[in-house]
């Protein structure tokens, strides 16, 4: 399973967003020519594949747990994962730890770490997806993703939506180690995902909230979260709701 994003949370405040090997700084501002960037990766201490860096067996959630992930710039993640003979577990981990130390000595106690929206009160602005290029337009773009659905819910209902979000929080997770082919590949999974929610009689609509991270040592980087809205495709208390409901969450 996929890093949560209350663990990503964890990883990059507490890194304090700098590499924990370098300190260099994880985002880089946009300029005239290109948008901002986010350069951090997210290594994982221990390998959850058989032949991977430092495999040993784990169970899934220990594997993507914050405790099993480092944050650190490419240099260095290919470094670690190619050098494992020298960045052994232990090594990384006691890296990690006094790298966490070292953040909270430098972070400046009135800049405490937090996800702050751009336009805060304002309603995020949705479209209805009906292809899966639309969604992972969006969701393939951003660090993390909220969504809103019906209260009620059947079983087989919930086993559909949920199998759908699933699938777009592992391509999120992924897609910027995918290629042009492996993109096309999520498009046709997702689209087939809002057919079958289609068929069941839902609408999906999606959108983007603008938010910046900012706090600790580093300066502040833009962070954006996919936003989501389910809904039955008869309920037209809905289209209010889509407006409205999400101003402030």
Known sequence: MPLTDMHRTF?????????????????????EADPAAVI????????GQKGGPRYRPMEPREVDH?????????????RIDKQSGLFTESKIR?????????VTHHRDPDRPVRIRDLKAGAPVPLYRATKGSEVVGVVGGSHAFQYDKPDDLTEDEVDLLGGFLQDLNDWMDIWGDLGPADRLRAELSVSRGL????????????????????GGIGPPSRWSTAVLVVHRSRDAQAQLKILLALAGK
Request: charged share 25%; aromatic share 6%; glycine share 8%.
């Open 195 to 214: 057919d079958a929610l289609q068929a069941a009689g839902f609408v999906v609509h999606v959108g983007t909230r603008d938010q910046v991270l900012e």
């Open 66 to 78: 914050y405790s099993n992930v480092i944050l650190v710039c490419p240099n260095h993640h290919a």
């Open 94 to 102: 006691e890296i990690k730890a006094e790298h966490e130390k070292w």
């Open 11 to 31: 990883l990059w405040g507490r890194s304090g967003g700098c590499c924990a090997i370098c300190r260099c700084p994880l985002t880089e501002d946009e300029t």
């Open 40 to 47: 951090g990766e997210e290594a994982h201490i221990v390998s």
